[in-house]
């Protein structure tokens, strides 16, 4: 089983539609139908709370108002209210991150597994290890199933970049400013020519993905 | 209590009390300008062969004089009126002396009475004078006993002085005076005045006197304000008269005095209040038309969807498999409708203006991941690839988190929504050395004609045209994003994206991050 996680809703319905959800997403949900004021030492061990605002019993705010006295677990505020000011005095008051209904099953789950994911990219890691592909930031080394490849300045560089945020997008903007000599070669051709090098270097392994619109990013990749 | 009343009052209470101070001003001034008259004339009639008579015979000596009233309370004034020329003061110096009605003779000597002025302008009071030697024994039996007080003023001062009424309510001044020789029968010389109950000295002077004048000053101050009590009362009418036609009829009263002010404030108020009420009237009817189109706008994919599911009941019912495309329709109204929603309260937030729009810090790293998450559900079952690039740390701007997201959600939506099968929409956030964002969300889809994008940006969120479902309509979206980002002073521009689409771009200042 996968994460517990802390479901406060009072619609059976929603309710039940989430449980099932998260469930089918791996995760163990804890359902509660109302709000408690919280005290140290009577949270379940979650590693994150679900909590709707419109509760019996106690307001959601002052839920997680009480809740950020004794714990730091991530609080994904669900509201019917689309309103800047409930938004922003969740926030204020430690929420992590807010949907407004209706959402889509798949939008909350994905929301939850970014909530778990995000303290681990936080990390500023030494080596990192992309499916295949192994880079160390700061020997400047990288390998492909243990197979050492030379790659050049630049090819380094801009490996480097998308290995510092692995599975996002950086945009080609961003990289030619931080990774070309902006004097000689700053232009968004001449880095396409770069990871179109750089890909070649790499071997079959596709992990240096364009992303439409937007620049690359790197994946775990497959092989071709 | 009326205002005329009460002025009345307050003008009374106010007068009776001077009256009584000067009153006892008055009688201060005169008591001390007496004294020293008649510690004058005691000592020029003693060095003017007092003293020799008085020593000649101290058993006997005194002097008495004949009470004499002051002129006016004899006969009167001239001009009518009864009471001492106020103000006139006595030329200094020794009084003069009169003739003396019984001559200078022991017992009826005169004192300076008769001719002799006080400083007031009225004639002196009548005095009678005891003899005592340094002990303060009088060889004259008819003296009055001194007390203490008059012995300690004459030895500190040179002078004594006791004052007391009698019984009668006659006021009594003793004067003790040291004669400017030693020893003798006639060391110390007794004065005394005794004012009779009914002079003016005693108790309050008659309300003849300060009665017509406060009465002159009280119809003085009445007839004053009649003029004011007048406007005030028109002020008044013409006031609950404007409130009675819905503050139509405006407040006349004009001049330049207060009144005429306080009309003017009440002017001010009325127009102020006018304009509220033609805004009230303004936005309440835009609330009006705005639900009845937008009742419409929601009815419509409402109506698209309940098709769809009884369609999908059909076959159920028939045992047919659910055909994937009719899903996917009815996924995509249900999720229009929540954006028709939203833009509902977005559009009504613009629409009350600016107490409804909170600025706070705005991540957009987060916003834009918010808006990817809600519409992949969508976008995935279409084919088409939603994708974003946002920087490494968090870009904060300020703003309205809830407009901004409507407005982002809105132009992604529209490239979803038009996009073509298979296709693209991305959303690049990217941040300038000169604190600013760009925002971009480009799509692969049908774009839209130069013609079209300058009309979208020129026209307000209201027009009929603007709520059609077609490419060109653009639903409520593109209307709420343009008045979104104008509130926010961005710049918002629509351009053909290099990949044949259209190319929706935001660029605002950046803000530093929030503590």
């Keep these: 089983m996968g994460d517990r996680i802390l479901l406060v809703e009072d619609d059976d319905p929603l309710g039940s539609q989430i449980v099932g959800h998260l469930r089918g997403a791996g995760f163990e949900p804890v359902w509660w139908r109302e709000g408690r004021l919280l005290v140290s030492g009577e949270l379940p061990d979650v590693s994150l709370v679900v909590l709707d605002l419109m509760l019996p019993g106690t307001y959601g705010l002052d839920m997680l108002k009480a809740l950020r006295t004794f714990s730091e677990v991530p609080v994904l505020i669900l509201s019917a209210r689309n309103d800047t000011l409930d938004k922003v005095r969740a926030l204020k008051l430690g929420a992590d991150d807010y949907m407004t209904k209706p959402f889509w099953p798949e ?31 700061q020997g400047h080394t990288v390998q492909v199933r243990s197979r050492p490849v030379e790659l050049t300045r630049v090819e380094f560089e801009l490996l480097a970049a998308l290995a510092r945020r692995p ?58 | 209590m009326k205002l005329r009343l009460r002025l009345a009052l307050t003008a009374v209470a106010v007068t009776v009390p001077a009256v009584f101070a000067l009153v006892q001003v008055e009688h201060s001034v005169r008591r001390r300008t007496t004294d020293e008259v008649i510690i004058e004339s005691t000592l020029s009639q003693m060095q003017s062969g007092g003293r020799e008579r008085c020593e000649a015979a101290p058993e006997t000596w005194m002097v008495r004089s004949r009470s004499q009233r002051p002129p006016w309370e004899r006969e009167g004034l001239p001009d009518g009126s009864s009471g001492p020329p106020s103000g006139s003061v006595a030329p200094d110096g ?50 009055p006993a001194l007390d203490d007080g008059l012995r300690q003023g004459v030895r500190d001062d040179g002078v004594g002085v006791r004052r007391y009424s009698k019984d009668d309510g006659a006021l009594v001044q003793d004067l003790l005076l040291r004669m400017p020789w030693e020893g003798g029968p006639c060391e110390y010389v007794l004065a005394r005045r005794v004012e009779p109950a009914e002079s003016p000295e005693v108790g309050l002077p008659p309300l003849s006197i300060w009665g017509v004048p406060t009465l002159i000053l009280l119809s003085a101050m009445v007839v004053a304000l009649g003029p004011v009590v007048q406007r005030l009362r028109r002020l008044t009418e ?34 102020e209040i006018q304009a509220r009420m033609a805004h009230q009237q303004a936005r309440e009817q835009t609330l009006r038309d705005f639900l009845a189109n937008t009742t419409h706008d929601v009815m419509t994919p409402l109506t ?62 987060a916003l834009v991941s918010r808006v990817l998450g809600r519409h992949q559900p969508i976008a995935r079952p279409q084919r088409i690839a939603l994708e974003s690039g946002v920087p490494a740390t968090p870009t904060w701007v300020r703003g309205d988190e809830t407009l901004l997201e409507q407005a982002v959600s809105n132009v992604v939506l529209n490239g979803i929504r038009y996009g073509r099968e298979d296709g693209h929409v991305a959303v690049v956030l990217e941040t300038t050395r000169q604190q600013s964002f760009n925002l971009r969300v480009i799509d692969d889809g049908p774009g839209i004609s130069e013609e079209e994008r300058s009309r979208i940006l020129e026209r307000r969120f209201r027009g009929n045209a603007a709520r059609t479902r077609e490419p060109q309509g653009q639903g409520l979206g593109l209307h709420i994003v343009h008045n979104v980002v104008e509130l926010h002073g961005w710049k918002m521009t629509l351009a053909p994206s290099e990949y044949g689409g259209l190319e929706v771009a935001f660029t605002g200042p950046l803000t530093p991050p929030p503590e």
Excluded at chain 2, 256 to 261: F, L, N, P, V, Y
Excluded at chain 2, 304 to 311: C, D, E, F, P, T
Excluded at chain 2, 324 to 346: I, T
Excluded at chain 2, 347 to 362: D, F, I, K, N, T
């Design chain 1, 107 to 137: 939008e909350l789950v994905e929301r939850v597994r970014a909530r778990l994911r995000r303290p681990t990219l936080q990390k500023e890691q030494a080596v990192v290890e992309v499916g295949p592909l192994r880079i160390d930031l």
């Design chain 2, 94 to 143: 020794p009084p003069e002396r009169g003739p003396a009605s019984g001559g200078p003779s022991p017992g009826n000597e005169g004192p300076p009475r008769s001719g002799g002025r006080g400083p007031l302008g009225r004639r002196l009071p009548p005095v009678s004078l005891y003899p005592f030697d340094g002990r303060f024994v009088s060889r004259n039996p008819q003296a």
């Design chain 2, 304 to 365: 698209v969807l309940q098709g769809h599911l009884a369609a999908m009941q059909q076959r159920m019912r028939a045992g047919e498999p659910l055909e994937s495309g009719l899903m996917l329709s009815a996924m995509s109204e249900a999720h229009y409708m929540a954006s028709l929603v939203h833009n509902l309260g977005a559009a009504a937030r613009l629409e009350a203006g600016a107490p409804q729009v909170q600025h706070a810090p705005v991540d957009l790293n």
């Design chain 2, 238 to 271: 013409e006031v609950r008269a404007s409130s009675g036609s819905g503050y139509e009829q405006p407040v006349t009263v004009n001049g330049s005095d207060e009144i005429a002010e306080l009309a003017r404030a009440f002017q001010q108020a009325r127009a």
């Design chain 1, 167 to 224: 599975q996002e997008a950086v945009t080609r903007q961003w990289l030619v400013e931080h990774v070309l000599d902006p004097e000689r070669e700053g232009t968004e051709r001449t880095l396409d020519v770069h990871v179109s090098r750089l890909r070649r270097k790499l071997g079959p392994v596709k992990c240096v993905e364009t992303v439409w619109g937007v620049g690359y990013r790197l994946v775990p990749g497959e092989d071709a």
